[in-house]
């Protein structure tokens, strides 16, 4: 299956050309006070200029400063995907002994590690494996076979990372047309494709082209999948996203509305999905210039948070900040 570029985080753009995440939903900021009461409950650091800073997926550790702790956890990281690397190396190993080079099973341990590489960031990487997989996909399996677009989907995924924006599109117009006519207008694969290249058009500045394709991939994925598939709000998600870059407002926020709404019927209304769709709506609020909105909406997000997660968790604090700043009175104000 081909990766798709999903997206359910977006840059809202603010006027002056500056950009601030809009739905990245209740996390911690960097640089937010703590509260007393968090403060008090703290273990006693060691030492002076020491902090206790804790380790995902293992016990706190007293480290120097922040980026200390920072560095240990990419460190950790590298480690994982390395790892993670030798053994998807050594599948591919094994295929290539017991099945031959061109045995289908090589061919995906192959795709397999160009997918660990694109997902650790090493994009050149992912691509050097990826031609060669182009290459290889085609003469095994034929220019049309369903493996092949994959293969060419995959390239064109790794390039628009490495902000090889026109290579990718040129791909990715060439794979949507050959899906469509191979697989069919209603293939999930083709949907993948279509979402794709409506994201890269966006990301190469062609945004009403991006906005009418991506209209049609919500239509699609209601039309196609099930009324609650998870797809179908990655979808919205992605229109909202194309909308807001083509500066179209009114219609995003109206889209993000729709997904609140959509995410409290499937997950709920303390779903913690429901209320990061919340807060991502109250910021956009804000944004389009409708405060009284988005701070009634940001106040919702707060009691929400006090009594799911507790008042002194950092998204319960880092919602408090937030209304905190935006009712602060401006300079000119």
Known sequence: MSRGKKTKSRVVRRQGGGVTPADAGPVAEVGAEEPEEA???RPPVAGSGDVAQPIFGGEDKLLQDPQQAADEARAEQDAETEEHLNGLRRVLANSLEQRGPDHPGTLHARADIATALWQAGRHDEAIELEEELVKDS???????????LTARSNLASSLWSAQRIEEAIAIEEAVLADAERILGLDHLATLTARANLAFSYSSAGRKEDAVEIQRQVV????????????????????LASALWNAEQIEDAV????????????INGEDHIDT???????ASSYRVSGRLDDGNQLQDRVIADSERLLGKDHPATVAAKKTRTLNSAPTANG
């Open 39 to 41: 403060a008090a409950a």
């Open 138 to 148: 085609a003469r095994v399996h034929g220019d049309e076979h369903p493996e092949a």
């Open 219 to 238: 239509a699609d994925r209601q039309r196609v999948l099930d009324p609650d598939d998870p797809d179908t709000l990655d979808a919205l998600a992605n």
């Open 254 to 265: 109206a889209t993000e509305e729709r997904i609140l709404e959509e995410t409290e019927r």
């Open 275 to 281: 209320l990061q769709a919340r807060a991502a709506l």
